[in-house]
């Protein structure tokens, strides 16, 4: 059964206040004590959106290729997070030993324990194995596109995808 690790608290020391606006509210701060521990699915799962703010932080870029994929297990000190197969170039950008290394670092700030990220492709959906699924069912790829259709459709984006030579690829709620 896995179990985050409890931190001990950091003894207080006496120096200077932070800058006003540096200090974080302690609201933002991942609670990992918040995550159930009776299945460790569900806190991979739970955490998921708390390591991807974390990786952020450092890093925005690969927060961003990073957000395509999908944690899918949790096998001892592994998380596997498999990408769609059109998302390969983002899932390649994980070959990377410094991208890895700032994922790492991020579910061992939210999860409390040290942790090797796989990255793969998911496998087509009529091949998929049976197993714990850790994500809620997605909707269809054909809603997503007529969102990005109606959007295009739009006068500003049109001359904004005109101006940048661009697409509309997705629409985000």
């Known amino acids: 059964s896995f179990r985050p690790v409890e931190r001990a608290a950091a003894p207080a020391t006496a120096g200077p206040a ?94 409390g324990a040290k942790y090797i990220v796989n990255y793969l492709l998911a496998e087509p959906p009529a091949q998929k194995q049976q197993g714990e699924a850790l994500t809620p069912d997605r909707k269809s790829d054909s809603q997503p596109r007529e969102q990005a259709q109606t959007v295009a459709g739009d006068p500003l984006v049109r001359k904004i995808t005109e101006v940048f030579e661009a697409r509309v690829v997705s629409v985000e709620e």
Request: net charge negative; proline share 7%.
């Open 18 to 111: 932070p800058c006003a606006g540096t200090a974080r509210e302690e609201s933002e701060e991942p609670e990992t004590s918040a995550l159930p521990v009776t299945d460790s699915a569900n806190v991979v799962r739970q955490a998921w959106p708390a390591i991807l703010e974390s990786v952020k932080r450092r890093r925005p870029s690969v927060a961003g290729f990073l957000r395509e994929g999908v944690p899918t297990k949790l096998q001892g000190n592994e998380i596997t997070c498999e990408f769609p197969q059109r998302f390969m170039f983002h899932k390649q950008q994980f070959d990377d030993q410094a991208k890895r290394a700032i994922v790492e670092e991020a579910a061992e700030e939210v999860l």
